[in-house]
């Protein structure tokens, strides 16, 4: 008589068997799997055998030195310590996030200006900014708001670019804007553009800065720039508050200057159509005849201009 087998038996059976399959999986799984292979050296730190990146050769060299203490000068020091100044003089990057993929290189010019290179593969857009270590806090007290004006005068052509419009009109046909802000210690500009269109658009930007028109013309719109804005500041809370902190501070302390101007504390000398020179707020007396440039009222501010580049006397 046929009596099946009790399943109990079966699952002692694959009981016992169990663990030599699992070793069995093991050992095919070490088989299968690829020879070992060390992580890839982390980019911060390894060696570039690249001699045409100038670049990341330095920065490595830097970074060695410090690690090891060694006594050899970085190629950067020697270079700031040689009798002839470089023309670039290549800087320390930046610290990067783990999240940032952008590229950087900084580095400074022979005139003493400190750049920052930005390369992002996924923007189609340009882009350039400007901070110039000078604010509201350098206004002299007999011209308060004269950063602010002067940040307004930058934007009205340069001798290579002698149009007023043409650095917005350039803009506003590529797809581009602009800005520009004067704070206490730093006056920003910038603007960003299209990329295929970013090359000449710096050339007109930078221009501003080497070599300004600074029009008579030019500065009397301007100031009424200055007032209309001060006049939508006033209804401002932020701004109400702001310069009530000025009023309590020390009149002797650049804080309590008045940085945003006015068409009072910015007096301009125009030609109106009788030939008259007028200024309403200051009751200042009219005087016939149209003037000449020794008469601009920013005269005394520009000592020099040497080549490319234009000195400015700061007062404080």
Do not use: W
Not at 247 to 254: C, F, Q, R, T, V
Not at 263 to 276: M, N, S
């Amino acid at each position: 008589m046929y009596m099946p087998k009790s399943p109990r038996r079966y699952k002692q059976r694959y009981r016992r068997r169990l663990p030599f399959a699992l070793l069995l999986s093991f050992a095919l799984l070490l088989l299968l799997q690829p020879p070992f292979s060390p992580p890839p050296p982390n980019p911060k730190y390894a060696i570039i055998d690249d001699k045409d990146d100038e670049f990341e050769l330095n920065h490595q060299r830097h970074l060695r030195a410090r690690r090891t203490k060694s006594t050899e000068i970085p190629t950067i020091m020697a270079a700031q310590q040689s009798s002839e100044t470089p023309e670039v003089t290549y800087l320390p990057p930046p610290v990067q996030g783990n999240a940032d993929y952008r590229r950087y290189k900084a580095l400074r010019l022979k005139n003493g200006v400190t750049v920052l290179l930005t390369q992002d593969a996924q923007s189609k857009h340009f882009a350039a900014a400007v901070s110039v270590n000078a604010g509201a806090s350098c206004d002299p007290r007999s011209l308060p708001g004269l950063a602010h004006f002067t940040e307004h005068m930058c934007f009205l052509g340069s001798k290579r670019y002698p149009e007023e419009n043409e650095y917005k009109h350039f803009l506003a046909q590529h797809g581009g804007k602009s800005n520009a802000s004067t704070s206490m210690s730093h006056t920003t500009y910038q603007f960003d553009i299209l990329a295929e269109f970013g090359e000449h658009a710096l050339d007109i930007f930078s221009n501003f800065f080497v070599s300004p028109l600074f029009t008579r013309s030019g500065t009397a719109r301007e100031v009424q720039a200055v007032d209309s804005e001060n006049s939508k500041n006033l209804v401002s809370d932020g701004r109400r508050r702001l310069q009530v902190l000025k009023a309590l501070a020390d009149n002797n302390h650049h804080y309590s200057k008045f940085s945003t101007g006015n068409r009072i504390t910015l007096p301009a000398c125009v030609d109106d159509d009788d030939g008259e020179k007028k200024d309403d707020d200051n009751d200042i007396q009219k005087k016939e005849g149209g003037g000449s440039d020794d008469d601009h009222p920013l005269k005394d501010l520009v000592r020099s201009i040497d080549g490319n580049y234009i000195t400015i006397d700061r007062i404080i």
